[in-house]
């Protein structure tokens, strides 16, 4: 993406961000989706970000498409989270392993907003560990047919199209050709059941959408295959790389906005007859936000330059190893340091940072599903160990 083209998409994602916020506020208030979200989406030409311009999209490069993700982030992290679900993990593995047939089945109607899409991996009982799943297909005459449970999906209830995983049901779990296959599946065929979490059921995020679905022998048509059978858990993990990314970033708007509001607020609120801002513990959490948001946006860079230079490098495995490193890295920094923003944010703000009437305290709860989902604290960790002590030192395979 040249220059021009990067500075025309980021000025569509502020404009889009300038208007969304009052919808987002509203929707907060009220623990609803918020449903204006896909709507302005459209209006500014904002979900096909990371789409080739083959199929309709903007064809942003990974540091640009984090740019966008950052300050969408500032927006909360509900309203990042749905552009990761559509494009990071939706439209990404299907632009990255999907055939031509499949590419141009979805992703121009990805990018027009006809099609939201979301990726399912994870079930009730497999999270961390996918190779778990017990979701299953078989080869019919025209295709598949698949069976299966999947939660926490993000996007889960308002998709059109879903990247889902699963074990062939008809060869042995001990069979060499017992590997997971990745699919693209139709939400509104007969045999798909979904049900969304209430936002009241959640934590935090009440303004984006999560959900559970269940597969009845749900027909998929043959070419509805992404990659090749058994490619799934390799199409699995490379995507939660641009996922991870995807959530650094958001992370890093977090910390941003935290940053916004207390600058803001320590030079309106005055206590002990002075501005808060002038009392010293007050500058130590100034301090410390500012020096996370540095920190964190010197990873994400430096982890958007490696996506970037691995993708012009498809066949370079050091190159491919050292993004998905940095994607960890990055991922567990961001959302460990956001947490923290949004925590040191509510401090400030006192009795006020308790409410969610108040920014600080809805990044508090937003922000802390980032260190779960697209790989947890703990697997992060033991990714990056591994990565430094050698393949052979994994502590989980």
Same mark, same amino acid.
């Given at each position: 993406?040249?220059?021009?083209?990067?500075?025309?998409?980021?000025?569509?994602?502020?404009?889009?961000?300038?208007?969304?916020?009052?919808?987002?506020?509203?929707?907060?208030?009220?623990?609803?989706?918020?449903?204006?979200?896909?709507?302005?989406?459209?209006?500014?030409?904002?979900?096909?970000?990371?789409?080739?311009?083959?199929?309709?999209?903007?064809?942003?490069?990974?540091?640009?498409?984090?740019?966008?993700?950052?300050?969408?982030?500032?927006?909360?992290?509900?309203?990042?989270?749905?552009?990761?679900?559509?494009?990071?993990?939706?439209?990404?593995?299907?632009?990255?392993?999907?055939?031509?047939?499949?590419?141009?089945?979805?992703?121009?109607?990805?990018?027009?907003?006809?099609?939201?899409?979301?990726?399912?991996?994870?079930?009730?009982?497999?999270?961390?560990?996918?190779?778990?799943?017990?979701?299953?297909?078989?080869?019919?005459?025209?295709?598949?047919?698949?069976?299966?449970?999947?939660?926490?999906?993000?996007?889960?209830?308002?998709?059109?199209?879903?990247?889902?995983?699963?074990?062939?049901?008809?060869?042995?779990?001990?069979?060499?050709?017992?590997?997971?296959?990745?699919?693209?599946?139709?939400?509104?065929?007969?045999?798909?059941?979904?049900?969304?979490?209430?936002?009241?059921?959640?934590?935090?995020?009440?303004?984006?959408?999560?959900?559970?679905?269940?597969?009845?022998?749900?027909?998929?048509?043959?070419?509805?295959?992404?990659?090749?059978?058994?490619?799934?858990?390799?199409?699995?993990?490379?995507?939660?790389?641009?996922?991870?990314?995807?959530?650094?970033?958001?992370?890093?708007?977090?910390?941003?906005?935290?940053? *916004?509001? %207390?600058?803001?607020? &320590?030079?309106?609120?005055? !206590?002990?007859?002075?501005?808060? +801002?002038?009392?010293? #513990?007050? @500058?130590?959490?100034?301090?410390?936000?500012?020096?996370?948001?540095?920190?964190?946006? *010197?990873? %994400?860079?430096?982890? &958007?330059?490696?996506?970037? !230079?691995?993708?012009?490098?498809? +066949?370079?495995?050091? #190159?491919? @190893?050292?993004?998905?490193?940095?994607?960890?890295?990055?991922?567990?920094?961001?959302?460990?340091?956001?947490?923290?923003? &949004?925590?040191?944010?509510? !401090?400030?703000?006192?009795?006020? +940072?308790?409410?969610? #009437?108040?920014?600080?305290?809805?990044?508090?709860?937003?922000?802390?599903?980032?260190?779960?989902?697209?790989?947890?604290?703990?697997?992060?960790?033991?990714?990056?160990?591994?990565?430094?002590?050698?393949?052979?030192?994994?502590?989980?395979?």
């Amino acid at each position: 993406m040249n220059p021009a083209e990067a500075q025309r998409l980021l000025a569509d994602v502020e404009a889009f961000c300038q208007e969304i916020r009052p919808h987002e506020e509203f929707a907060y208030a009220e623990r609803r989706y918020n449903d204006q979200l896909v709507p302005l989406a459209r209006k500014y030409n904002l979900l096909g970000m990371n789409v080739a311009p083959t199929y309709g999209g903007r064809g942003a490069d990974t540091v640009t498409y984090l740019q966008a993700l950052a300050r969408i982030g500032r927006e909360g992290t509900g309203v990042r989270t749905f552009f990761s679900g559509h494009l990071s993990i939706g439209a990404y593995p299907i632009q990255t392993w999907g055939s031509e047939t499949l590419k141009q089945k979805y992703l121009p109607r990805a990018v027009r907003g006809e099609c939201i899409l979301a990726f399912g991996l994870t079930e009730p009982e497999a999270g961390s560990n996918p190779r778990q799943m017990t979701s299953t297909y078989r080869r019919t005459a025209h295709g598949y047919v698949l069976n299966g449970v999947k939660y926490l999906i993000s996007n889960g209830g308002i998709a059109d199209a879903i990247v889902v995983f699963a074990y062939p049901a008809d060869v042995a779990p001990n069979d060499p050709r017992y590997r997971i296959s990745a699919f693209v599946i139709d939400t509104h065929v007969p045999g798909f059941e979904v049900e969304s979490f209430t936002p009241q059921a959640k934590l935090g995020l009440p303004t984006s959408n999560t959900a559970m679905f269940a597969m009845h022998d749900l027909a998929v048509p043959e070419e509805n295959l992404l990659g090749r059978e058994g490619d799934g858990f390799r199409i699995a993990m490379g995507t939660l790389v641009s996922g991870r990314l995807s959530v650094a970033a958001g992370c890093l708007g977090v910390i941003e906005d935290c940053l *916004a509001e %207390v600058l803001r607020y &320590a030079k309106e609120r005055v !206590q002990h007859g002075k501005e808060i +801002g002038r009392h010293q #513990l007050v @500058q130590e959490h100034i301090a410390l936000i500012e020096v996370a948001r540095a920190a964190t946006a *010197a990873l %994400v860079h430096q982890a &958007a330059v490696a996506k970037d !230079q691995a993708a012009a490098q498809p +066949g370079d495995v050091a #190159l491919a @190893q050292r993004a998905d490193l940095l994607a960890a890295q990055a991922k567990f920094f961001a959302s460990q340091a956001a947490w923290e923003a &949004a925590d040191r944010a509510v !401090q400030v703000f006192g009795g006020r +940072g308790w409410s969610t #009437l108040y920014r600080p305290a809805r990044h508090l709860a937003d922000v802390r599903v980032c260190r779960i989902y697209e790989g947890t604290d703990e697997i992060l960790k033991l990714k990056i160990a591994a990565a430094l002590l050698g393949k052979e030192w994994e502590a989980f395979h």
